[in-house]
């Protein structure tokens, strides 16, 4: 899984976000690798908050993403 945690403002990354918020400090250089992380948050809102959304946020500001 890549990780990409420098703040390069011309690299795009991909972020999952639940609700609108950030749901870990790791931005994806992947699309794939952040849909992986985007699942496994789905599992854990289906069973504890089900009217939860998990979404991926493609962007090249990712700290702009609280």
Do not use: H, L
């Amino acid at each position: 899984m890549n990780k990409y945690n420098n703040n390069d403002p011309q690299t795009e990354v991909f972020v999952v976000t639940r609700d609108r918020r950030r749901t870990s400090d790791r931005n994806f250089i992947k699309e794939e690798d952040a849909k992986r992380e985007a699942q496994y948050w789905i599992g854990i809102c289906k069973k504890y908050d089900p009217a939860s959304k998990v979404s991926i946020v493609k962007t090249n500001k990712p700290r702009r993403i609280r």
